[in-house]
């Protein structure tokens, strides 16, 4: 997985993030729910 796109370490934070918040929401079967959310919030800032 090449990251080399990715040089801002807030940015790193935010995938951080979306791939723990990935890993609950699996867990509790809303995955795409949240991902969608989350995907709107990560877009408009």
Known sequence: M???HVSDP???D???IL???TV????RRR?????ILFY???CKK
């Open 40 to 42: 709107f919030t990560f």
């Open 14 to 16: 935010m995938i951080q």
């Open 24 to 27: 609950m929401a699996s867990q």
């Open 2 to 4: 090449a990251n080399s």
């Open 19 to 21: 791939i723990s918040v």
């Open 10 to 12: 807030l940015m790193l």
């Open 31 to 35: 995955t795409k729910q949240i991902l």
